[in-house]
């Protein structure tokens, strides 16, 4: 796999890609640079499978390597076992979880009916704002 990048390219594009709200160039810029970091991303991918591909080479059991800078670690994620028929586990195999969690329609119905209050034992917490870029064409 060959990637080529033009530094130049990527700075207007950027540059460009701000103006999105204001300009359909701007959009194309935007849409320009999600391909380029589309490129990226999956060569990055690619080199991470060939240094797991060549570790394990030296080690089958390969779980990680530190270099200078970067520590590289290779584990599994994920739940490990999951039950798929609750009737037929044996109560020793599971653990019973209860989860609480807030009602935010009625919570938010409250605090219009008491003047922006909230219910007692309940705090509304502040949330961090992001932004999130979709592709319609994919």
Do not use: W
């Not at 530094?7 to 810029?29: L, M, P, Q």
């Not at 849409?31 to 089958?60: P, Y």
């Not at 490990?80 to 329609?105: I, Y």
């Amino acid at each position: 796999m060959k990637i080529t990048l033009d530094t130049d390219e990527i700075k207007k594009t950027c540059i460009d890609a701000t103006h999105f709200a204001i300009t359909a160039e701007g959009e194309r810029s935007l849409v320009r640079l999600l391909d380029i970091q589309e490129q990226i991303n999956a060569f990055v991918e690619q080199v991470k499978q060939e240094i797991v591909d060549e570790a394990k080479t030296l080690d089958d059991d390969f779980t990680s390597i530190t270099g200078d800078v970067l520590k590289i670690e290779y584990r599994e994620c994920g739940s490990k076992f999951t039950v798929v028929d609750p009737e037929t586990v044996r109560g020793e195999f599971v653990t019973l979880t209860e989860r609480l969690a807030v009602n935010a329609k009625a919570v938010e119905r409250f605090m219009a009916e008491n003047n922006g209050e909230l219910p007692a034992g309940v705090k509304m917490n502040e949330r961090k704002k992001s932004i999130i870029i979709k592709r319609k064409d994919k």
